[in-house]
């Protein structure tokens, strides 16, 4: 059977006795770690380089300002992660604000609030931001998302750069696009924009995406064409499976990888990582509400369900689950389950747990990333809350 950590050490269980359950903890000394570790390799880079903290992964506002507090920028895909990063302290020439269904009031929400850059992804939405832009008698600036047709070996549901996705202008279709762009009065094209897809663990695809951009480089400057940004995307995995061995993601070989770019003088670098900035820091805690025997399998039933973690039940995630409360005895394997009407609401199938009683507390591991933030009120269920530590 598999071997789960009997510990929990570093969990502060004692006060966890005194939160209503299921909520999300976060350790912010692991937020903290990761942000100093991932800023160290970053300035390794020969160029100027941003991190845009992709929102998505997690807008809760306290951890958006400590994120905002080192330095950050902010990836944000839709008016409501604009305004939750002005609120958190994020700077608005640090922002990007990408997605390929942007309403016309998020647009002008984002010239506004002077978001350093639009990521563009197809050529409707490139006029409309120039017509918006023209109506406000400002000037856009905008990156075109290119779908460079690399696939990231990740679930299928997060593989984004593959010709078959929705996201991104192809390749191919490049040239017009950028010929267009340079002709619209109201849009100042800085940049050129790619994420290959989330969860990738294999940085090869990286390796390639790095050849397809020293040959774009190449081919513009060739027309006398410069651009002012490179934007790489985010996409770097971490470590389901042991998050105490592994708490911190590879950021030395992952900034590594992209020192095969051949950016020119005065280009900048941008990426956009989520997973590897969050994933890490937080739990989701729940509590036992009932242990129940069936014919062939036991079940743990926990008061947290598909409406508070997701992950399992969308993408047959993997999320280390442990007893924080009965650390001693042998392993039973359980089916550990939420509480929410639908068969998919499963966490783990066989789990090896000591013997588990109601009432014990139990951690889903590496949940900061698109944990809380995809968390949804289906049968009426109330959000969960949280706790930093
Ligand atoms: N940039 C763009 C344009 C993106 O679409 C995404 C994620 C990111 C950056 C950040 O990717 P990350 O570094 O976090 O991998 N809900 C899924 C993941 C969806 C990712 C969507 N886009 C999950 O729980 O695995």
Same mark, same amino acid.
């Given at each position: 059977m598999e071997n789960v950590p009997r510990t929990n050490k570093g969990f502060p269980v004692e006060a *966890?006795? %005194?939160?209503?359950?299921p909520f999300y903890y976060y350790d912010l000394d692991i937020l903290h770690g990761t942000l100093a570790e991932l800023n160290r390799c970053m300035a390794r880079l020969p160029w100027p380089c941003t991190?845009?903290?992709?929102?998505?992964?997690?807008?809760?506002?306290?951890l958006l300002a400590e994120i905002a507090g080192h330095g950050l920028g902010a990836d944000l895909v839709s008016g409501g992660e604009i305004q939750a990063a002005i609120h958190a302290g994020f700077k608005p020439a640090l922002m990007?604000?990408? =997605?390929?269904?942007?309403?016309?009031? +998020?647009?002008?929400?984002?010239?506004? &609030?002077g978001v350093g850059c639009f990521n563009?992804?197809?050529?409707?939405?490139?006029?409309?931001?120039?017509a918006l832009a023209a109506e406000m008698g400002c000037t856009a600036p905008v990156a075109i998302r290119v779908n460079p047709d690399i696939d990231a070996h990740t679930h299928r549901y997060i593989t984004t750069g593959t010709a078959q996705s929705k996201f991104g202008i192809p390749i191919e279709q490049l040239p017009q696009v950028v010929d267009l762009a340079l002709t619209l009065p109201h849009v100042h094209l800085s940049g050129l924009h790619f994420h290959i897809g989330s969860q990738i663990i294999d940085l090869q695809p990286y390796e390639m995406l790095c050849d397809t951009i020293n040959a774009l480089l190449d081919h513009y400057e060739s027309r006398g064409?410069? *651009? +002012?940004?490179?934007?790489?995307?985010? =996409?770097?995995?971490?470590d389901y499976s042991d998050p105490d061995c592994h708490a911190m993601p590879d950021f030395e070989h992952y900034f590594g990888t992209f020192a095969h770019l051949r950016l020119r003088d005065g280009q900048q670098l941008h990426f956009e990582l989520g997973r590897a900035v969050v994933g890490a820091c937080g739990s989701l805690i729940s509590r036992v509400l009932y242990v129940k025997h069936s014919r062939d399998k036991q079940f743990v039933i926990l008061d947290a369900g598909m409406t508070d973690l997701i992950r399992?039940?969308?993408?047959?995630?993997?999320h280390l689950i442990q007893n924080l409360t009965a650390v001693d005895g042998a392993s039973q394997a359980y089916d550990?389950?939420?509480?929410? &009407?639908?068969?998919?609401?499963? *966490?783990?199938?066989? &789990?090896?747990?000591?013997?588990? %009683?109601?009432?014990?507390l139990i951690a889903l591991r590496s949940a900061g990333a698109y944990g809380e933030s995809m968390a949804?009120?289906?049968?009426? %269920?109330?959000?969960? =809350?949280?706790y930093f530590a």
């Open positions: *966890f006795e %005194r939160q209503r359950t991190m845009h903290y992709a929102v998505k992964a997690n807008a809760n506002p306290r990007a604000y990408s =997605g390929v269904g942007k309403a016309d009031w +998020e647009i002008r929400l984002g010239l506004e &609030c563009v992804e197809s050529v409707p939405e490139l006029e409309v931001i120039s064409i410069h *651009f +002012e940004t490179i934007n790489v995307g985010g =996409g770097l995995g971490i399992p039940a969308l993408y047959e995630a993997h550990v389950v939420g509480p929410v &009407c639908e068969s998919s609401d499963v *966490f783990a199938h066989d &789990c090896p747990l000591p013997v588990t %009683r109601r009432g014990d949804s009120s289906y049968n009426q %269920r109330s959000l969960p =809350g949280s």
